[in-house]
T-cell receptor, first 110, second 113 residues
């Protein structure tokens, strides 16, 4: 079946450094790729998304890149802050079906 | 603020005793989803409603049912909860013919005793 692989599972960075999370998807028909941030005890929050006809998208300190040929997409967070500490999920969607990656726990050390 | 609201935030139920979780939304989205998220795992889609059309995932157990009486409300019914059903249940909404679940509620954490 379809799956999304996400790496790394845990990432620890110093405040101010950049963080990169990478995902690979298997369903070539996926056409929408959202990223979610989930804090402890809360629901996932959409932080950025990209559609299959776009290669890159940026929103302030967050950027996402998509390589459809390789079926890879990545999240880049620059100038990390302690409040960026959370679990981040990538996902690949086709129609109503969204497959999530296993998540990356990001720790930003002050 | 427009949002997705889930009640209750925490629910304790007895093994085998039916339980209902509720979700409401003020976004007027036509699609509503229910996800199950177990500890340290990714959310897993149980089913979704596109307007009134119910769509069950192939691997969702029969023990899980859902109702959507109107655009704003959606319910998750667990007919006979087992210990393995203890999890966070997430409601989400989106608009249109499907670009994934964009807005999640805060979730209901279900404990089965």
């Amino acid at each position: 079946g379809e799956n999304v692989e996400q790496h790394p599972s845990t990432l620890s960075v110093q405040e101010g450094d950049s963080a990169v999370i990478k995902c690979t998807y298997s369903d070539s028909a996926s056409n929408y790729f959202p990223w979610y941030k989930q804090e402890l005890g809360k629901g996932p929050q959409l932080i950025i998304d990209i559609r299959s006809n776009v290669g890159e998208k940026k929103d302030q300190r967050i950027a996402v890149t998509l390589n459809k040929t390789a079926k890879h997409f990545s999240l880049h967070i620059t100038e990390t802050q302690p409040e960026d500490s959370a679990v981040y999920f990538c996902a690949a969607s086709r129609g109503f079906k969204t497959i999530f990656g296993a998540g990356t726990r990001l720790f930003v050390k002050a | 603020d427009a949002m997705v609201i889930q009640n209750p935030r925490y629910q304790v139920t007895q093994f085998g005793k039916p339980v209902t979780l509720s979700c409401s939304q003020t976004l007027n989205h036509n699609v509503m989803y229910w996800y199950q998220q177990k500890s340290s795992q990714a959310p897993k889609l149980l089913f979704h409603y596109y307007d009134k059309d119910f769509n069950n995932e192939a691997d969702t157990p029969d023990n899980f049912q859902s109702r959507r009486p109107n655009t704003s409300f959606c319910f998750l019914d667990i007919r006979s909860p087992g210990l393995g059903d203890a999890a966070m249940y997430l409601c989400a909404t989106s608009w249109g013919t499907g670009f994934g679940a964009a807005f999640f509620g805060q979730g209901t954490r279900l404990t089965v005793v």
